[in-house]
């Protein structure tokens, strides 16, 4: 028996009473594949992205806390802002006004989509990329911060870590709160 299955299988209790709070399926998987990742780093690093989640005993209870170090995600250097066929990214960005994070990271995916090739994957370091062009502050973790907003939001899909997609109530924010809240 490898060290890695000996470890997952004594932690198999703290694993399934932190799954208990999430009550989507989708969602324990993805908090599932948080832990077991935290357990052997290398076990899921082309998968969808998920929060970092880790567990700790606080006096017979769990709690949650996340990642502290910062990740270095290049730009892309290809990629063209400005979109002479369309809307620009910047113009995009002001009419939106995010007021936070959440809805910036909402923002640059929405924009990526729908501004630029339909076909075209939107990737974290296109995401990176925006919020270095408008000189937003970077999330200290971006592909984490993306996973986030996927879980607690349900603004975005990240399954696939190098096609994000913006979900129909990620389009719906933009759309009919974030830009009509703007007059636009």
Aim: proline share 7%.
């Amino acid at each position: 028996m490898s060290d890695t299955f000996a470890q997952v299988l004594s932690r198999l209790p703290q694993i399934a009473e932190a799954l208990v709070p999430f009550d989507t399926e989708p969602l324990k998987l993805e908090v599932l594949r948080a832990l077991l990742a935290s357990i052997d780093p290398g076990s899921d690093q082309e998968g969808p992205l998920t929060p970092s989640v880790k567990t700790a005993s606080n006096n017979g209870g769990t709690r949650k806390s996340r990642s502290r170090s910062k990740v270095s995600i290049g730009l892309d250097k290809q990629l063209d802002l400005s979109n002479p066929a369309g809307i620009s990214f910047k113009t995009f960005a002001e009419e939106a006004a995010p007021r936070n994070n959440q809805e910036k990271l909402l923002t640059a995916v929405y924009w990526l989509e729908s501004e630029r090739l339909p076909e075209a994957p939107v990737t974290v370091e296109q995401v990176v990329t925006c919020f270095n062009h408008m000189s937003w502050r970077q999330p200290t973790n971006p592909r984490n911060a993306l996973a986030v907003v996927a879980s607690e939001k349900g603004w975005l899909d990240t399954s696939n870590a190098s096609d994000l997609r913006v979900t129909i109530s990620g389009k719906n924010r933009v759309e009919h709160d974030m830009r009509s809240q703007n007059g636009r």
